[in-house]
């Protein structure tokens, strides 16, 4: 169903999800930031942000190990960053074909 993609699109791109993650790790707030990265895999595995999904579970799994998730951070902000600039293309074409 088109509207109901063009629907989670949208409601993914104004989701808060990605910034409770950072901050929560910034906080050193483990518990918090399982249940955004939950949150943030599920999303991405639900619209097919294949990228997005993969960049998160490399930061789960660090936080699994307690590595380093500084680098793998950077990464999943800037995968982030460019699905979001990808929905936001879709979601401009989608408009324009309904």
């Known amino acids: ?7 989670m699109l949208k409601n993914f ?7 409770e993650l950072t901050q929560a790790i910034q906080d050193g707030d483990l518990s918090k930031a399982r ?3 939950q949150t943030l895999k599920g999303v991405s595995a639900n619209l097919s942000l294949k990228a997005l999904y993969e960049a998160a579970e490399q930061l789960e799994a660090a936080l699994i190990t307690r590595s380093s998730v ?5 990464t999943l902000g ?3 960053d460019l699905t979001i600039k990808a929905v936001e293309m879709l979601i401009a074409a989608l408009n324009q074909n309904t």
Request: glycine share 0%; net charge positive; hydrophobic share 45%.
């Open 35 to 37: 249940l955004s990265l």
């Open 78 to 80: 800037n995968t982030y």
């Open 13 to 19: 791109r104004i989701n808060t999800v990605f910034k």
């Open 70 to 74: 500084e680098p793998i951070v950077l």
């Open 1 to 7: 169903n088109k509207k109901l993609f063009l629907t």
